[in-house]
Nanobody, 120 residues
């Protein structure tokens, strides 16, 4: 069993910064790849950033040059560093990861999300 737990969301003023964390626990050997998604009220879920097994990174155009995805393999944690936040970044941010388990199987997991609100 693998669990993902996000944290770091909150209320921030426009132009501010937040760092989200996604911690994998349970039968985790390594995080192979991970994605951050977001879902705003009344809107569809959208992909924000991806880091793959070779640490290749991709960003959605709407967050390029503002957000940075990274991971700490020793801590089984993926981060999303967000700068220059805008009101339109307000959403529930969810972590999705492909995990190599201690049984050397690949397991895909989702977290419950952490809410980010950007408002003056």
């Amino acid at each position: 069993q693998v669990q993902l737990v996000e944290s770091g969301g909150g209320l921030v003023q426009p132009g501010g910064s937040l760092t989200l964390s996604c911690v994998a626990s349970g039968s985790v050997f390594a995080i192979k790849s991970a994605n951050w998604y977001r879902q705003a009220p009344g809107k569809e879920r959208e992909l924000v950033a991806t880091i793959d097994v070779r640490s290749n990174i991709k960003y959605a155009d709407f967050v390029k040059d503002r957000f940075t995805i990274s991971r700490d393999s020793h801590k089984s944690t993926v981060y999303l560093h967000m700068n220059g936040l805008k009101p339109e970044d307000t959403a529930l941010y969810l972590c999705n990861a492909q995990i190599l388990t201690t049984q050397f199987q690949t397991s895909e997991s989702w977290g419950q999300g952490t809410r980010v609100t950007v408002s003056a």
